[in-house]
C-alpha cells in the first residue's frame, strides 16, 4: 500500500487529521477513470450536466448563478453512463485504505458521496476555511462536542489525476475547538484570504495518483487556479456505526437518484450492500437541511 505501514498510516490519520496514500489507482486503470473524468467534465462545462458546484458558491445547495463549475457531483449517477467510477470506488484498494483507516468491517461501510473536483475556467475561486459539518458560527463548547461526536465515523478524501495544492488544513483541528485567532481566520467576509495566514496551516501536495483522506471536521480551506488543469477524484465513506451522525453532511447533497433501481443494477454485490446501508440511513431520516451557508 505504501512505504508506511498500515499502523503507521492509521495512526497519521488518528492524529493529524489527513493522511496521503499514493497509488489507489491501479496504472491499467488510470487511463480509462481520465477518460470518463474528460467526458464528465466535458458535459459539465457544455452545460447538459446540471449537477455540478457552481462557482461563487461554496456549499450546497450550489444553483446556477454562473456558468462556470469547480466540481462535477454524482460521478456514479447512471444518466452519465460512466460505470468505470463505480467499480473504482467499490474497487479493493480503495475499500482497503478506508477500512485500514476506520478501523471497521467491510460490512459496516455505507456508500456515500462520490464527486470530481475541477479547475474553473473563467477566474480564480476559493473556499473560505470552514468545517463540512459544523458552521463558523459554534461557540467553542458547541464545537468541541460536535467533534466529539463525529470521529471516527467517516472519511472523506481526494485523489489527484494531475498535481494538485489546492487543498490547505490544520493539521490536529479535527479534534480541537478553534483559537481565538483561528476563529478570526474563519469567520465573516473580512477573514485574511492568504489561506497560509491561518495559524497552523499547512498546503497539501498531491502528486497524480496520491490520495490525501481526511476527516472532513478538520479546519480546512480551498484555493483554485483557472490556469491550473484539476481533475481530483471527491469522495467519503461512512461506518453504519456512526448511525445518523453523518445524515445531513451526506444527504445535503440530494441523493434521490441513488434510490433508482438501475443504479443499484449497475453495482456489484459489494456496491449493493454498500448502497443498501446508506438507503437505510436515507429512508430513517427526514428533511436534513444544509451543513453550512456561505
Ligand atoms: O477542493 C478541495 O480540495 C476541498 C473541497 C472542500 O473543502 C469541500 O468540498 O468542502
Redesign the pocket.
Same mark, same amino acid.
Given at each position: 500500500m505504501s512505504e508506511q505501514g498500515p499502523n503507521c498510516l492509521k495512526d497519521h490519520f488518528e492524529e493529524e487529521g489527513f493522511v496521503i496514500i499514493p497509488g489507489l489507482i491501479p496504472q491499467e486503470d488510470f487511463a480509462r477513470i481520465e477518460a470518463g473524468c474528460n467526458h464528465v467534465i466535458a458535459r459539465t462545462r457544455a452545460g447538459s450536466w446540471p449537477h455540478r458546484r457552481t462557482v461563487g458558491k461554496?456549499?450546497p445547495p450550489y444553483g446556477d448563478s454562473d456558468p462556470d463549475s469547480?466540481g462535477v457531483q454524482h460521478l456514479m449517477h447512471p444518466d452519465l453512463e460512466e460505470p468505470v467510477f463505480s467499480h473504482w470506488y467499490t474497487s479493493t484498494a480503495v475499500i482497503d485504505a478506508v477500512q485500514m483507516l476506520l478501523d471497521c468491517e467491510e460490512d459496516e461501510l455505507q456508500m456515500e458521496l462520490f464527486n470530481l473536483?475541477i479547475n474553473p475556467l473563467s477566474h480564480n475561486f476559493a473556499?473560505r476555511w470552514?468545517r463540512?459539518d459544523i458552521g463558523g458560527d459554534a461557540t467553542e463548547e458547541e464545537e468541541r462536542s460536535a467533534l466529539d461526536a463525529w470521529k471516527p465515523h467517516g472519511i472523506q478524501w481526494?485523489t489527484a489525476l494531475y498535481e494538485?495544492s489546492?487543498?490547505f488544513v490544520v493539521p490536529g483541528s479535527h479534534k480541537v475547538p478553534r483559537t481565538p485567532d483561528q476563529r478570526l481566520h474563519s469567520e465573516g467576509p473580512n477573514a485574511p484570504t492568504d489561506p497560509l495566514d491561518m495559524p497552523g496551516a499547512i498546503q497539501v501536495f498531491l502528486k497524480p495518483g496520491d490520495s490525501v483522506f481526511y476527516n472532513?471536521n478538520i479546519l #480546512?480551506?480551498?484555493s483554485?487556479d483557472a490556469q491550473a488543469r484539476r481533475a481530483?477524484l #471527491?469522495a467519503s465513506m461512512g461506518n453504519v456505526k456512526g448511525g445518523s451522525i453523518r445524515a445531513r453532511n451526506i444527504l445535503q447533497h440530494g441523493l434521490s437518484w441513488m434510490k433508482e433501481p438501475n443504479f443499484s443494477e449497475g453495482l456489484d454485490s459489494r456496491g449493493k450492500a454498500m448502497l443498501g446501508r446508506l438507503l437505510e440511513l436515507y429512508n430513517a431520516t427526514g428533511d436534513v437541511g444544509y451543513s453550512l451557508s456561505e
Open positions: 461554496q456549499f469547480w473536483l473556499l470552514h463540512d481526494n494538485d489546492c487543498l472532513s #480546512h480551506c480551498a483554485y481530483t #471527491h
